[in-house]
């Protein structure tokens, strides 16, 4: 006789669907709002990256607000003052270098080294003539930017908002950290409230390292270029300090720019230059980096690209400088979230060695 098939009974309850129905509105929001949690992100990250510096000035015996309003005034006038003593200067030798490419790019094509390289396939008229067209849309191109009135508000409020997101977040860091720990048991908040603190120096150290070490870069480049006699050494040094934020992958690209336009030059200047950048690059790897980054984790060459590539595929440029900061807390998430089963794995080891 055939034994009647068993039914199973599938419960789900009232409370799972209703947490279904609100992580689906919060994924739907979160997709809706992506721009605006972008911005959240980019202030948290700006107030996490200045959080250290207004702490020590909070052990001083300053209070929280006046600490945090102190050093985002001064952040914000040191950057208002050097984009202001700057940008007239280098916006200048942009202009002339773009008009000036098609010349270089005459000049690069018929040095013995890379002409069979670029004359192949009509590759050098092709890109002569993108380089003309460049040119002679620049002025145009600035104009136009000029004139969009309504774009540049829209920024300057955006900027504006930001900094302001950022500065409420630096003030109201700790108490924003305690009200999320008060929902923890005393034994949670006790094992991860340092890893909290140590995640938040990493942030600081890496952003504000890195902001130097290119500053550093763009420096060394600009002072040889110019010993060099290459053209524009302002742009280059520019060039070179916004490449270098981007962490292993920047250095190099920049060095092929400066011996690119060394070749213009001379031999003896792109030989120089790429001397220069390869012992510079060694200086930045083995002595700066350890300086800058004495106090945050240190990452393996591999986990720094993959962090790299992985954040600039999330979020272009931006998550790319900022990659190694938050590899970084990762890091010291997981280094804390296994330290109990590496201590037991550890015990065992001991327990199983022959004595």
Not at 99 to 111: G, I, K, N
């Amino acid at each position: 006789m055939r034994e009647p098939s068993q039914r199973v009974e599938v419960v789900i309850s009232v409370r799972t669907l209703m947490l279904l129905l609100a992580c689906g509105i919060v994924v739907v929001l979160a997709a809706l709002s992506l721009d605006t949690l972008l911005s959240i992100f980019l202030a948290a990250v700006l107030a996490l990256g200045l959080d250290p510096v207004v702490a020590a000035l909070v052990r001083r015996g300053w209070p929280r607000g006046r600490a945090a309003l102190f050093v985002f005034a001064a952040v914000g006038a040191a950057t208002f003052t050097l984009v202001v003593l700057a940008l007239g200067p280098v916006w200048d030798e942009v202009k002339d270098f773009i008009h000036q490419l098609p010349a270089y790019w005459d000049q690069f094509t018929q040095s013995d080294f890379f002409n069979h390289i670029t004359s192949t396939a009509g590759a050098d008229d092709k890109i002569r003539d993108a380089l003309k067209d460049l040119a002679s849309g620049l002025p145009d191109a600035a104009g136009a930017l000029l004139g969009i009135a309504g774009s540049i508000f829209g920024s300057i409020l955006s900027l504006v908002t930001l900094s302001f997101l950022a500065l409420f977040l630096l003030m109201e860091r700790p108490t924003i950290t305690d009200w999320l720990f008060g929902f923890m048991p005393p034994e949670v908040e006790a094992r991860w409230h340092p890893v909290v603190e140590d995640s938040i120096q990493a942030v600081s150290s890496s952003l504000l390292g890195n902001i130097a070490i290119s500053v550093v870069a763009g420096t060394v480049a600009g002072v040889s270029s110019w010993l060099l006699g290459l053209p524009f050494p302002v742009v280059l040094g520019v060039i070179t300090g916004l490449l270098d934020l981007i962490p292993q992958v920047g250095a190099t690209v920049a060095a092929v720019i400066l011996s690119v336009v060394a070749v213009t030059v001379s031999t003896g200047a792109v030989l120089a230059t790429i001397a220069i950048q390869l012992v510079y690059q060694q200086v930045e790897n083995y002595i700066i980096y350890p300086i800058v980054y004495r106090r945050a984790v240190a990452l393996s060459p591999f986990t720094t690209i993959v962090a790299v590539l992985v954040a600039s595929a999330l979020l272009g440029v931006v998550g790319a400088i900022l990659a190694v900061p938050f590899a970084a807390v990762i890091k010291v998430v997981l280094r804390e979230a296994g330290a109990p089963r590496r201590a037991r794995m550890a015990k065992l080891r001991e327990e199983v060695q022959p004595s």
